[in-house]
């Protein structure tokens, strides 16, 4: 099993690629191009030199989180790293709650947690 396999996330198709970043490039550099985005919506991306870096949209922040694909797999050995990059444990209650995407969608907050918005299940408002 790869790393996108591993996360439960979608490859990203280089014609996706500035769709996916249109309103984040204030903050994700050019030189940075999206391998997969997690059910959440957050972004890895990669740079020329193989650095793997992780885009979490819930806080708007980058990080660079490998020096190379091959350190990416291994960090996600540990499932306490891949349930937090992943978020596998709130996308299992989301879908337990009947919340399922389709093709194209990932799950978004009523109230983005950059805002006070917490990592809660509703299923409306």
Do not use: H, I
């Amino acid at each position: 099993m790869d790393a996108v396999d591993a996360l439960g996330a979608t490859r990203v198709q280089p014609s996706e690629a500035s769709g996916l970043l249109k309103f984040w490039r204030w903050l994700v550099p050019s030189s940075l191009n999206p391998v997969c985005v997690t059910k959440l919506g957050d972004l890895f991306l990669a740079d020329q030199s193989g650095s793997v870096w992780f885009l979490d949209v819930g806080t708007g922040s980058l990080e660079r989180v490998a020096e190379s694909a091959d350190a990416w797999v291994g960090r996600l050995s540990d499932p306490d790293q891949l349930n937090l990059w992943s978020a596998r444990p709130l996308v299992d209650k989301l879908e337990n709650a009947g919340l399922r995407l389709r093709e194209g969608e990932c799950y978004t907050y009523w109230q983005s947690p950059m805002m006070g918005g917490e990592y809660e299940v509703a299923t409306s408002r």
